[in-house]
């Protein structure tokens, strides 16, 4: 069986292990998917299958879109992503549900897209530690200082850490627990943190690097 969904971010919360201990869980309702699609080497030139999630109204969806999904008598599905792999069993227009995909003890990595932070400064963006706090310094305090070099090359390096753009980005989080999955409400439950705000799209897979 394939070893990924697609799901929402639903908020962190607390859960206490066999020790009485406090574990930070973040609740994932992933799923139900169906399958819209499946790659093969032969005819694609990769393997992979699609998962498509989120039931909406037609309206939403382009004739192109509504199109692809009526192929396997689908409903009109908001989010489409693949998912590579060449070990399934599914076929296309089968229901995925978490029951289906995870287990608690699996480790899974997870993609989302981190909250945007707009334009920020180097402090803020990058930790800069800014100016001095006295010596009579009165517009320096969150400012990065110098970043260019002398005569040799006498400009600023591409890729230099400054002000600019922050956060909106796709971020993976690697290898985190599933310490909880609720079958009847298609909820997963994850040790630790995952990027992006509450209702955020991510996607599931399974770890990279066990």
Known sequence: ???GLIGKKVG???VFDDTGAAVPVTL???GPCYVTRIRTT???GYSA???GFEEVKPKRLTGGQLGHLKRNDLPPLRFLREFRTKDHD???GQKV???DAFAVGDFVDVIGTSKGKGFAGAVKRYGFSGGPKTHGQSDRQRAPGSRGSGTTPGRVLKGARGPGH???HRVTVQNLKVVLVDTERNLIGVRGAIPGAKGGLVLMKEARKQ
């Open 1 to 3: 069986m394939l070893k």
């Open 12 to 14: 962190m919360t607390q």
């Open 28 to 30: 994932i309702e992933a």
């Open 42 to 44: 032969v005819k694609d």
């Open 49 to 51: 299958v699609q998962l």
């Open 90 to 92: 599914l076929e296309e």
């Open 97 to 99: 549900t978490v029951e």
């Open 166 to 168: 922050m956060g909106n």
